[in-house]
């Protein structure tokens, strides 16, 4: 029969009690620095070189606060929750918080564990706001190429802002929108959105769709010339 070295217990888990392993193996391993950016527009936070959406800051953090933690090998964790305590603040750019958050972490450090394991730690964070790259382009006069409208019911019209509406919540924008004689121009963010979506108002109305591409530019970090392009649709 073997017994606990440290509490004398006959029920051993592995050399020592299910108690007594408990507090000699924590789930948690380490946490890195946790600093959040957020843009303070489109509600996007940064991982890695992207930014992803979330609804809620909590959230945003939980998953920040879970890529920065490292838990102790073959640890199984069932459960892992975030409470942050956070100033009051403005989210606008330049922005920084300090807080602090609670993290409950419930999981299994052993397999053979009868119950969970649980611990509490209170973990510093540090929220940043800024502007990601999509919503500064949005703030200037930025544009790759302009969208011409020409002769068109308002049907047409109607669509069109429809669709670039949509285009705006994948990060596709309208700097500007002019009315023209015989129609508008619309100035866009993305190129790419532009010549498809020519195409797209082809299939749909009756009518032609010209494509020209025009130098206007050099990037100067790249040294590769920059185009903007025209897609004009002209109703028939
Ligand atoms: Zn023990
Ligand atoms: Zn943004």
Redesign the pocket.
């Known amino acids: 029969m073997a017994f606990?070295?440290?509490?004398?217990?006959k029920r051993?888990l592995d050399v020592?009690?299910?108690?007594?392993?408990k507090?000699e193996h924590s789930l948690l391993d380490s946490f890195k620095d946790i600093h959040l950016v957020v843009c303070f527009s489109c509600s996007k936070f940064q991982s890695g070189n992207r930014w992803i959406r979330f609804t809620d800051l909590k959230h945003a953090l939980m998953s920040k606060i879970k890529n920065k933690t490292k838990f102790t090998p073959g640890a199984k964790i069932e459960e892992f929750i975030v409470k942050p305590i956070l100033p009051d603040f403005k989210s606008k750019p330049g922005v920084t918080i300090n807080g602090e958050t609670e993290v409950v972490i419930k999981g299994k450090v052993h397999p053979k564990q009868k119950t969970l394991s649980k611990e509490r730690y209170i973990v510093p964070i540090k929220i940043s706001f800024t502007t990601c790259k999509i919503c500064s382009k949005k703030g200037t006069q930025y544009y790759e190429g302009v969208l011409q409208l020409r002769d068109i019911d308002e049907e047409v019209y109607t669509y069109v802002k429809q669709q670039l509406n949509k285009a705006g919540k994948r990060g596709v924008f309208v700097t500007k929108e002019l009315k023209v004689k015989n129609g508008y121009d619309f100035y866009v963010t993305n190129q790419n959105f532009l010549k498809k979506f020519g195409v797209k108002l082809k299939k749909r109305f009756k009518g032609e769709v010209k494509v020209s591409v025009k130098l206007y530019g050099r990037n100067k970090l790249t040294s590769k010339n920059l185009y903007r392009v025209t897609v004009l649709f002209r109703q028939k």
């Open positions: 606990c070295p440290k509490c004398g217990s051993v020592l009690c299910e108690h007594c392993y507090e």
